[in-house]
């Protein structure tokens, strides 16, 4: 308890205040996520960026950005995804060893120094370690926020916790393109401050992050799994309340808390990146199915569409037909709707769960894709500002409009909430970890050839996507349980079945819930757990014996203590 500073928030706020306040922290950090996405549509069109400092173009007589070299182009972006797939496997290996606090301050700090490089950058080759650098800070932070904000939370709201934060993160793409916007009627457009000052604008929050996480709670569950019991359970009765109906809540998820900790040792043996890739010595907790089905879900979140829209806004804008003066403000208003858009996940996300957002998401997307490129052609074979050309165009960047926002309220939040949820206590922040390895893998992919497609397929890159949205529906109902309105303790019954099949992980779901009641008691109980005779919390000094992720095991279990109870009944 001494190890908890006197100027922690959690001595001051409990319950809900508590948790707006720890969600307000995260937000920051997403915030910032959001933002360093945002910045580099902006910074793009930057002409001193494009023809006199990174030399990949130069400025066409109709004033927009010409790429002379879209590899390079392409590549100053996603060598960022580079930087966030080496940072997310170093935060998270950081915040399993040293804590979830200590790497927010860790990422912050390397996001800071990321920053500054890119600010000064003089030169292309600059500008991709500088990008490198703060793709790495990234990666740390997008590897332990998201696990920090699930641990913290209570299992009927998670949901509506991490959405609330993802509004914050497209904030940050707004303020960017519109920071940016502003920026660029400086000296016509023609000084390096209209993409230097935005870039830099971003270590503002970012020092505030640092400055600030230290005063804030260590994840209780953390706190469990390293053995520090006593601050976990003051922290957990901060989170959750400890008086009047909320006597007991805390006590029954911290007592889930240790024993899905203990099983978690017996049951896996190995927890390094390679032996959770390949499942390797997990036993029943299929960490390698696991790590798949988060990574393959953030390639998918790419590919659906949304980084080639976030970052080559203008350029789409402009393959629909709009011209170069007008499509900074519509990109900007673009931003605006998807903001708004995220809204919706914030009341849905626990209501319906995580599978129906995942699929309404995917149809409409999808259908908003085909005619986005449908049209987009059809304005293009009309002459350039005749009535038909220009109605559909406005068609066309209608169906992006709906694009984005569908995105917003559906896509945007749970391939970066299920990862947070799903994995072993033991190795949380890795897995979470694999989920950034995966959207790094996605967007750097995709963000090298998006130039490349756009040039060679035009509007025809819309049904690339619209089709991959295509794909994600029969692979979501196939291969991904349901983590809505369950414990973070329940998720290891959840992922215990051999099979990868859904159904028959529900299935075995059912039958492990009933034969282990002592890791689901703060779901089952209503978070009470009393003394009968006291009415007070119990507080149980050693750990559930005879827990198993195998039916069958527990099955015998059971049979030999009917025998050893009718052998004592008749002795």
Same mark, same amino acid.
């Given at each position: 308890?001494?190890?908890?500073g006197? %100027? ?33 549509? @902006? ?8 023809e ?9 007589d109709d004033?927009?950005? $010409?790429?002379?070299?879209?590899l390079?182009?392409?590549g ?18 950081? @915040?399993d ?10 990422? %912050? ?29 990234? @990666?740390?932070?997008?590897?332990i ?8 939370a ?15 993160n ?92 203990e ?8 927890? =390094? ?9 997990s ?8 790590v798949?089905?988060?990574i ?7 590919? !659906?569409?949304?980084?080639? $829209? ?10 629909a @037909?709009?011209?170069? =003066?007008?499509?900074a ?7 605006i #709707? ?7 996940c914030?009341? #849905? ?9 995942l ?7 999808? !259908? ?13 074979n009309?002459?350039?500002g ?23 309220? #559906? ?15 033991? $190795? ?11 959207? =790094? ?10 130039? $490349? ?10 049904y ?8 994600t ?22 992922f ?6 859904n ?11 009933e ?7 703060? %779901? ?17 000094? =050693? ?17 030999? %203590?009917?025998?050893?109870?009718q052998?004592?009944k008749?002795?």
């Amino acid at each position: 308890m001494d190890r908890i500073g006197s %100027a922690n928030v959690v001595h001051k706020l409990e319950k809900k205040n508590l948790l707006i306040a720890i969600n307000c922290v995260c937000a920051l950090s997403i915030f910032f996520f959001g933002y360093d996405q945002g910045m580099m549509g @902006g910074v793009n069109n930057a002409q001193d960026y494009y023809e006199y400092t990174m030399k990949f173009g130069h400025k066409g007589d109709d004033d927009a950005p $010409v790429i002379d070299d879209t590899l390079l182009q392409g590549g100053i972006v996603s060598i960022y995804y580079v930087g966030t797939l080496v940072g997310c496997l170093v935060g998270g290996w950081f @915040g399993d060893k040293y804590g979830r606090i200590k790497t927010i301050a860790l990422g %912050a700090a390397w996001a800071v120094l990321g920053a500054s490089l890119q600010t000064s950058a003089m030169n292309s080759n600059w500008m991709i370690l500088a990008r490198l650098v703060n793709g790495w800070g990234t @990666g740390i932070l997008n590897a332990i926020v998201p696990v920090w904000a699930t641990e913290t939370a209570d299992h009927t709201s998670r949901g509506q916790f991490i959405a609330i934060e993802f509004t914050l993160n497209i904030f940050g793409v707004v303020v960017a393109y519109w920071l940016e916007y502003g920026c660029s009627f400086y000296m016509q457009g023609q000084s390096s401050f209209v993409w230097r000052f935005p870039i830099a604008f971003q270590i503002a929050p970012l020092l505030f992050l640092f400055g600030i996480v230290w005063i804030f709670p260590e994840s209780p569950r953390w706190l469990v799994k390293v053995g520090r019991e006593e601050e976990a359970r003051y922290i957990l009765g901060r989170l959750r309340g400890e008086t009047g109906e909320d006597m007991g809540k805390a006590e029954a998820e911290f007592q889930d808390v240790r024993n899905i900790a203990e099983l978690e040792r017996k049951t896996a043996n190995r927890q =390094s990146y390679i032996a959770m890739l390949f499942g390797l010595g997990s036993g029943k907790l299929h960490t390698g199915r696991r790590v798949q089905l988060v990574i393959w879900l953030q390639i998918m979140q790419e590919w !659906i569409g949304i980084a080639g $829209v976030t970052i080559y806004a203008p350029t789409i804008f402009r393959t629909a @037909g709009i011209g170069n =003066s007008d499509v900074a403000w519509i990109s900007g208003l673009n931003t605006i #709707t998807y903001m708004m858009s995220t809204l919706i996940c914030v009341f #849905t996300l626990d209501r319906i769960g995580r599978r129906w957002t995942l699929y309404w998401g995917s149809v409409v997307q999808g !259908i908003s894709l085909f005619l986005a490129g449908g049209l987009s052609r059809a304005a293009q074979n009309h002459p350039l500002g005749s009535p038909a050309a220009k109605s559909l165009s406005s068609g066309a960047v209608a169906m992006i409009f709906l694009f984005t926002a569908t995105f917003g309220a #559906t896509w945007l939040t749970v391939p970066w909430l299920y990862p947070a949820e799903i994995f072993p206590l033991e $190795v949380r922040a890795k897995g979470n970890a694999w989920g950034v390895v995966g959207w =790094s893998m996605g967007n750097g992919w995709l963000t090298l050839l998006c130039p $490349v497609m756009f040039k060679a397929l035009n509007e025809k890159t819309y049904y690339i996507f619209a089709a991959a949205n295509a794909i994600t529906i029969p692979m979501v109902w196939a291969l991904y349980p349901e983590s809505n309105q369950r414990t973070l303790e329940e998720m290891n019954l959840l992922f215990a079945s051999d099979s990868i099949w859904n159904w028959e992980a529900e299935r075995n779901f059912k039958i492990l819930k009933e034969q282990n009641p002592e890791l689901v008691q703060a %779901a089952q109980r209503g978070h009470s757990v009393l003394d009968p005779e006291t009415g007070l919390p119990v507080r149980s000094g =050693s750990v559930a014996r005879g827990m198993s992720l195998d039916p069958n095991a527990n099955r015998h279990m059971d049979d030999g %203590a009917f025998e050893e109870k009718q052998t004592f009944k008749h002795g």
